[in-house]
């Protein structure tokens, strides 16, 4: 039987990967960056979209990205996140998150990731469905 991606538990290693390379691939090494409204637009985007797209596979999960991109100019940063998980899930590779930040000269970016799994509630092609909507929350 072909292996769809369905069938196993979020990793999360692997989801810290890739957060990792979107913010690698996004800023490229630099050490200053211009801070303009356009640019934190561009590469929330980007960082985003790159996010999704290597993770779509890792599990049998719906995916939220929340993205945080902060000048540095001395002022605290802080972040908080709190979510209400179905308890049923959580210890059986289900409901769960990772965060990571980063930082260069100029700036701060913190991003969560929140999978959700759906296998337990839908069949195999709803799941397949689910996986191809695009929500796009961007403001």
Excluded: P
Aim: hydrophobic residues 40%.
């Amino acid at each position: 039987m072909m292996d769809d991606g369905l069938e196993h538990d979020f990793d999360a290693e692997l989801a810290v990967k890739a957060i990792r390379k979107a913010i690698k691939d996004t800023f490229d090494g630099q050490k200053c960056v211009d801070v303009e409204r356009k640019n934190m637009d561009k590469w929330s985007k980007s960082i985003s979209e790159s996010i999704l797209k290597q993770c779509q596979d890792n599990c049998n999960c719906k995916y939220a990205v929340t993205l945080v991109i902060g000048q540095k100019v001395g002022a605290g940063f802080t972040a908080h996140n709190k979510m209400l998980w179905d308890c049923n899930h959580v210890e059986d590779g289900g409901d769960t998150f990772v965060k990571v930040s980063w930082e260069n000269e100029t700036i701060h970016v913190l991003v969560t990731l929140y999978a959700i799994k759906v296998m337990a509630y839908f069949s195999q092609e709803q799941v397949r469905a689910l996986k191809a909507m695009d929500f796009d929350a961007g403001l």
